[in-house]
């Protein structure tokens, strides 16, 4: 309760990873239920504290490299609605639905292989820097109404399909009119390689 901004690393090697949000004025930064093999090793959760900023890591046994066999492991995390958040996802082969909309995230980092992504991204959090680099993946952008967004995209071998009559293609950009002085907007830099991207 006494954190004034947190930082959140998800290392996450293969399977399903859910993040929403918990209720306002929870007293948690984060509740999860994380379904594992025990036969593979358990995740790793550590905790800091640095001058009211609270940074948490968890990893996956999957991502440190004693995956074997299929299958994989089941992680739905729900992160405070009540803070600024820093968020950053390593995944290997994952599905990965992010629903940040309720959320003050910051900056987001997804670095992820062979997996299928969907972001939802924040409704109200002033400025939101968003880095994605993928693989072979399908990724799916979600920008909710009212929240202008410039993006930087690398896309590769990738096919896309970005929202025009929204985002606007200028100087190897996409831009909304009036991002300058948006109240909420977004920077997304992505970078893909053989994969499907769409952006509404």
Not at 28 to 37: A, F, P, T, V
Not at 57 to 73: D, I, M, N, P
């Amino acid at each position: 309760g006494s954190l004034a901004e947190a930082e959140v690393l998800v290392k996450f090697g293969a399977g399903t990873v859910d993040i929403g949000a918990l209720p306002s004025r929870s007293a948690n930064l984060l509740e999860g239920e994380l379904e594992y093999d025990r036969s593979r090793g358990m995740p790793v959760k550590e905790i800091e504290q640095r001058d009211g900023k609270g940074i948490l890591t968890l990893s996956s046994a999957s991502s440190r490299g004693v995956f074997f066999g299929v299958g994989g492991e089941d992680w739905e995390l729900k992160l405070s609605r009540d803070i600024p958040l820093d968020l950053s996802l390593e995944a290997g082969a994952a599905s990965i639905d992010l629903d940040l909309e309720p959320l003050k995230v910051r900056n987001l980092r997804l670095q992820v292989g062979a997996s299928t992504v969907k972001v939802k991204f924040p409704e109200s959090a002033g400025t939101t820097s968003a880095v994605i680099k993928a693989g072979a993946a399908t990724i799916d952008l979600d920008i909710p109404e009212g929240v202008a967004a410039r993006i930087n995209t690398k896309l590769g071998l990738s096919t896309s399909r970005i929202d025009e009559s929204r985002f606007q293609k200028s100087d190897g950009y996409y831009i909304s009119p009036g991002y300058d002085t948006a109240k909420n907007k977004l920077e997304i830099s992505l970078e893909t390689g053989v994969s499907t991207v769409t952006i509404k």
